[in-house]
């Protein structure tokens, strides 16, 4: 029994050893990049940063955090895996079709031009999605949109604008048809798609929103924020919007009670600002 318990002890002691050096990498990361960890799922983050150090061959999290500091390709594999670039064009296309005969339509018709933000742009998918679906009300000359990302390197991915096959699966043909050329195995947007997005870096814990946006896109963002985070996040999107704003969330991240932050439902994933 003294020895099962000693055991016990020993496996606990270990335990809390790897949660100190956890929550003191977590300060070194936000010294680093200013990136506060602490507002990430803590299970999730920890598993996926985690399998980086073992996919690297590093110690511990002090081992690994030492090589970021020096090492320019793991430090962008660790921003990447970080921020979970995962996007492709029209994601989740039965949205997109709302978006096209309700949500657009609505604000077009109260606005003569409407200004759009898509918060977590990724590789820029999601923007250049929007400005092929807005050729259908505008002209080219008159669409620009912000795009917004915490990854620089990513930002540099859109701005380069080349893409798989496989991203493009859900695109209407018509749009890849006028708007790639095909490189290889590849596609190349059109410069005339990326002139209209300009992109940013904005980290949507800490700096400072946009303002008077009539809609705001941040889809398959918030899953990895803890509750604490996300409720930050939803009051400063209210904030951004202008009077009669729309917020188009992913397909896991509909709002529980959006009453709480001043939204009202208009379509499912999309939601409307209350005004007072």
Known sequence: MLILNKTLFMITLKRGKYMDKYEFFKKKVY??????????????????????????????????????????????EFINYLTINVSEFYRNPTQWDVLE??????????????????SACSTGEEPYSLVML?????????????????DVGAIEKAKIGIYSEKSLQYLPS???????????????????IKDCVQFKHINLLKDKYPENCHLILCRNVLIYFTEEAKNSIYKKFYNSLNSDGVLFVGSTEQIIMPERYNFKPARTFFYKKIVD
């Not at 983050?45 to 590093?58: A, E, G, P, V």
């Not at 259908?136 to 795009?147: E, G, H, P, R, S």
């Not at 018509?174 to 005339?192: A, D, L």
């Open 31 to 76: 010294s680093l990049i200013d990136i506060d960890l602490s507002c990430y799922k803590e299970k999730q983050m920890k598993r996926r940063i985690q399998s980086l150090i073992t996919r690297n061959n590093f110690k511990d999290f002090d081992d690994y955090f030492e090589e970021l500091k020096v090492n320019k390709k793991l430090f962008e």
């Open 174 to 192: 018509e749009f890849r048809t006028k708007y790639f050329e095909k490189v290889g195995s590849s596609y190349k947007i059109n410069q005339i």
């Open 134 to 150: 807005l050729s259908k009300f505008y002209d080219l000359k008159d669409i620009k949109i912000l795009a917004t990302d915490i």
């Open 101 to 118: 005969k309700n949500i657009l339509p609505d604000l077009i018709k109260k606005n003569s031009n409407i200004n759009i933000w898509s």
